[in-house]
């Protein structure tokens, strides 16, 4: 089983980012796929998933400027994200949740300057 992010990068504030979570090798059906973030000494939290029943949550502090998006046939989910600010500098994880367990991936940076 492979989850792998891509697309993080350094950004100036006000700045767009497409980040890209490609999963394989996952046997069990997929219930939901998302996004989460952290920083160092903090918890990891909810950006947004997107659930296979057409659902989707965002975190409060992202909703309007965040769309996350998802192509079943391709096993990946897309993070859009708009209008970012140096509050969105973090390490961004892909989930990936199936009936039996949920896979992570190793992260990818994301940094906004000022």
């Known amino acids: 089983v492979q989850v792998v992010e891509s697309g993080g990068d350094l950004v100036q504030a006000g700045g767009s980012l497409r980040l890209s979570c490609v999963a394989s090798g996952i046997l069990s059906s997929i219930n939901s796929m998302g996004w989460y973030r952290q920083t160092p000494g903090t918890q990891r939290e909810l950006v947004a998933v997107?659930?296979?029943?057409?659902?989707?949550d965002y975190a409060e502090s992202v909703k309007g400027r965040f769309t996350i998006s998802r192509d079943n046939a391709k096993n990946t989910v897309y993070l859009q994200m708009n209008s970012l600010k140096p509050d969105d500098t973090a390490r961004y994880y892909c989930?990936?949740?199936?009936?039996?367990?949920?896979?992570w991936g190793q992260g990818t940076q994301v940094t906004v300057s000022s």
């Open positions: 989930m990936v949740s199936t009936t039996v367990f949920a896979y």
């Open positions: 997107d659930r296979s029943d057409g659902s989707r």
